[in-house]
Nanobody
């Protein structure tokens, strides 16, 4: 069964850092992170294609870095200089390849809370 398993969320003070990890149970193409704050729509934070192209939301550019280990099918999100407005549930998203097909999957979400 295909799964995305996330880890690394938690509580941190403003200005601090956290690193999120997401491991996929199959070969992946694009992998990324989204977040959803209370009362707001889910938004993309960053994604990274298999060959290395990255994209960041304007709100996190210069503070967050996405990276991946293709051999292990893991994507990371290093979050530095965190702000209270970064508080949200962070979801991993990945295009997973199984034979001739590719499907998009979501992780279960991990809470990130940034306090003043």
């Amino acid at each position: 069964q295909v799964q995305l398993v996330e880890s690394g969320g938690g509580l941190v003070q403003a200005g601090g850092s956290l690193r999120l990890s997401c491991a996929a149970s199959g070969s992946t193409e694009t992998m990324g992170w989204y977040r959803q704050a209370p009362g707001k729509q889910r938004e993309e934070v960053a994604h990274m294609e298999r060959l290395g192209t990255t994209h960041y939301a304007d709100s996190v550019k210069g503070r967050f870095t996405i990276s991946r280990d293709n051999a292990k099918n893991i994507v990371y999100l290093q979050m530095n200089r965190l702000k209270p407005e970064d508080t949200a549930v962070y979801y991993c998203n990945a295009d997973i390849v199984r034979g001739p097909t590719m499907k998009n999957y979501w992780g279960q979400g991990t809470q990130v809370t940034v306090s003043l």
